[in-house]
């Protein structure tokens, strides 16, 4: 990975928005297209995999779950597992200090550590805005 390209991280809502089609589909799909000429490293934390088959078992069936969560699998994203100190740390202070979910927090600490832009439609997220570097997608009306 070379250090002078772009880094993003795609947060659950960003996943969910290129599966599902939504307003900002587009985005996430013009910064997945970034890896095909090695312009940028894409990122997905563990937590948004967890996030985004749980949210489809539930609202589709655990067969569109199943192929969807193959789907991601096949993007040309690394998947983030980190249970370092630093990691653990950062998860954990953003948690404490920030009105944002557990994997929120996680998703988060993911993007910082990476020096990561995270990508997202979460209006959580706004408030961690001067700790984490942020491409927001259109929210939901």
Do not use: W
């Amino acid at each position: 990975m070379r250090k002078d390209k772009p880094r993003y991280l795609l947060d659950t809502s960003a996943l969910l928005t290129f599966l599902e089609g939504e307003g900002g589909a587009e985005t996430v799909k013009d910064i997945l297209l970034l890896t095909r000429d090695d312009k940028a490293d894409v990122f997905i934390s563990f937590a948004s995999l967890v996030e985004v088959y749980y949210i489809i078992l539930q609202e589709e069936g655990e067969e569109i779950a199943d192929l969807r969560f193959v789907a991601l699998m096949e993007l040309p994203v690394q998947v983030l597992k980190s249970l370092e100190e630093t990691f653990i740390l950062t998860a954990g202070r953003f948690k404490a200090v920030y009105p944002i979910s557990f994997a929120d927090a996680v998703i988060a600490a993911h993007a910082q550590l990476n020096n990561a832009i995270l990508v997202h439609k979460d209006p959580e997220f706004l408030s961690i805005k001067d700790e984490v570097k942020q491409e927001v997608l259109p929210f939901k009306k």
